[in-house]
């Protein structure tokens, strides 16, 4: 027995709903979570994505609804990924002014742009034939810096096209400094930018791809991030403050922790967390099969990431959590 006892005992603060809720440290918030949403050219009604139920690509229609619901839901941002109907190596629709992404830019500031920070994909991979982050070289890697030159042109557009936020996602060397610049230049002082600061070669975006039609050949660890390392999420982050990052995000969350942690610790701006379709799509499994409490456990990894560090999270649970939240 501890020399203490039985004077000192935690469970006392443990005893009722009201003690639990008084002391509790951590507390999640609907202005916290971001919702991704995803809208496909060419498509009349929803289609769901098999992989992450409940999920669907959204038409230009239905996206504005989700969009409403997710302002009524008190959400604090929506974050939008296109999907085009036509792919080709340099991802051209990504910088086409009317491309399905720039048209729902528009559509969902018009819509919500009061009462949601909008967001965008500023990535390649859902562009391009070749299911890349970036433009191919002749050797068949990612060429760095004419990757640049596309994001530069997509950071552009999109801005044209109103979006609040731009999330470059492809982690090419020097991408925020090259983006910021090309914003400020285009007269877009005001459009910041969330930076995929540390964005593993992760196992856990299987659904994502579905969702985003990507024909991936090969993988992308010689651009993303070794699972095995940490300490190079603090390099990124360094980097990336200095070129003029507004918020920095980890991504996935819940396999990294650890490194969420440390990047919370670190940095002089907003962390953000991407809770990923694959930690989506374990857990939506799990529940079908009667294996664990859903809604508990929605509220539970997401309060462990907000524990870690987050202060905004990804979730694609965003409108159930934050109606879970406001229920008690």
């Known amino acids: 027995m501890s020399a203490e006892f039985p004077y000192v005992r935690p469970r006392r603060l443990r005893s009722t709903p009201a003690m639990r809720r008084l002391v509790a440290e951590t507390r999640l918030h609907p202005a916290e979570l971001i919702l991704p949403a995803f809208v496909r050219e060419g498509i009349t009604e929803p289609r769901p994505i098999t992989s992450m ?67 965008s994909d500023l990535c390649l991979d859902e562009y391009t034939d070749h299911g890349h ?28 096209a109103g979006v ?28 910041g930018i969330l930076a995929y600061t540390a964005k593993y070669a992760s196992a856990f975006y299987g659904p994502f791809r579905e969702a985003v039609g990507s024909s991936l050949k090969g993988d992308r660890k010689t651009y993303q991030q070794d699972p095995a390392n940490a300490r190079e999420s603090l390099r990124e982050l360094e980097q990336d403050v200095a070129e003029g990052a507004d918020l920095v995000m980890v991504k996935p969350a819940m ?29 939506e499994a799990a529940a079908a099969n009667g294996w664990v409490d859903r809604e508990r456990i929605i509220l539970e990894t997401l309060t462990s990431i907000r524990r870690a560090g987050a202060e905004q999270i990804l979730t694609y649970w965003a409108v159930e959590a934050a109606r879970l939240l406001a229920r008690g």
Request: hydrophobic content about 45%; charged content about 20%; proline content about 4%.
């Open 53 to 119: 139920p409940g999920v669907v690509q959204h038409t230009r229609d239905t996206l504005r609804r989700a969009a409403v619901e997710a302002a009524e839901a008190g959400l604090g941002g929506i974050m939008l990924f296109g999907v085009p109907e036509v792919q080709d190596a340099v991802g051209s629709e990504g910088t086409n002014p009317d491309g399905i992404l720039q048209q729902a830019i528009r559509d969902v500031v018009a819509e919500v742009g009061d009462q949601l920070v909008v967001m």
């Open 164 to 191: 609040h936020l731009v999330g470059p996602s492809g982690m090419m060397d020097g991408q925020i400094g090259v983006i910021r610049r090309a914003l400020d230049e285009a007269g877009h002082q005001d459009t």
């Open 255 to 283: 396999a990294y922790l650890d490194v969420l942690r440390q990047i919370a610790d670190a940095s002089p701006v907003p962390v953000s967390a991407y809770q990923v379709s694959g930690e989506y799509a374990m857990i």
């Open 133 to 160: 982050c970036g433009v191919l070289a002749e050797d068949g890697g990612v060429d760095n810096d004419a990757t640049l030159l596309r994001y530069a042109e997509m950071a552009v557009v999109q801005a044209d």
